[in-house]
């Protein structure tokens, strides 16, 4: 039972488009959300994050919106390049106790054509 | 270097023998998390650990795995009795410690049973 889904398993972006990957989540004790992206063999990089207080943060080329009545968030990267590359992942956590653990998506590969 | 380390980055044996993986954390950090990621699956979370002591340990899969962290920094994910499902990658990660620190992976162990 999947509680975190990234529905496409693969996205093909042109350089210099915005790519948008989705995600959405099914336990409403979830208040805190990450996206990490990955290359082959090695571990995941954080990227960026967002709060459930919040619907939307910026970083750089990166924004990440969240639509908490839907339970759905996007990750867009603009404008997208080469070395982006990789397959993403979408986590989230909720606030219960000593909670630390990240439930993760299965990832979405993103290819960005020159 | 400064990241998440982890050893061996490889590891094939046979079933049934009991297996060592090794976690070097971010110095400074004082949570530490072990997660698995099975062919084509998503990351599964395993142990978490805040200093020395594990407040939680939910995902460990069975009585076969059991971790330990010392001195506050390395950490051992053992297994006993390997399994040919227990082949897998298994990633190790650290933070600060608080809910809104991301955590920082190491490249992983990948662990194969023959």
């Known amino acids: 039972d999947q509680q975190v889904k990234q529905n496409s398993p693969s996205l093909s972006v042109q350089e210099g488009r915005i790519s948008i990957l989705n995600c959405d989540y099914t336990?409403?004790?979830?208040?805190?959300f990450l996206w990490y992206k990955k290359y082959p063999a090695e571990g995941p990089t954080f990227l960026i994050s967002i709060s459930s207080i919040k619907d939307k943060n910026e970083d750089g080329r990166f924004t990440v919106f969240l639509n908490k009545s839907a339970k759905h968030l996007s990750l867009h990267i603009v404008p997208s390049q080469p070395g982006d590359s990789a397959v993403y992942f979408c986590?989230?956590?909720?606030?219960?106790?000593?909670?630390?653990?990240?439930?993760w998506g299965l990832g979405t590969s993103l290819a960005v054509n020159p | 270097g400064a990241g998440v380390s982890q050893s061996p980055s490889n590891k094939v044996t046979e079933k049934g023998k009991d297996v060592e993986l090794r976690c070097d954390p971010i110095s400074g950090h004082t949570a530490l998390y072990w997660y698995r990621q099975s062919l084509g699956q998503g990351l599964e979370f395993l142990i978490y650990f805040q200093g020395n002591s594990a407040p939680d340990k939910s995902g460990l899969p069975s009585d076969r795995f059991s971790a330990e962290r010392t001195g506050g920094s390395v950490s051992t994910l053992t297994i006993q009795r390997t399994q040919q499902e227990d082949s897998a990658v298994y990633l190790c990660?650290?933070?600060?410690?608080?809910?809104?620190?991301?955590?920082?992976f190491g490249d992983g162990t990948r662990l194969s049973i023959l």
């Open positions: 336990n409403s004790m979830f208040d805190y």
């Open positions: 990660a650290s933070s600060m410690g608080g809910r809104s620190q991301p955590q920082h």
């Open positions: 986590a989230a956590s909720d606030s219960a106790g000593n909670n630390r653990k990240l439930i």
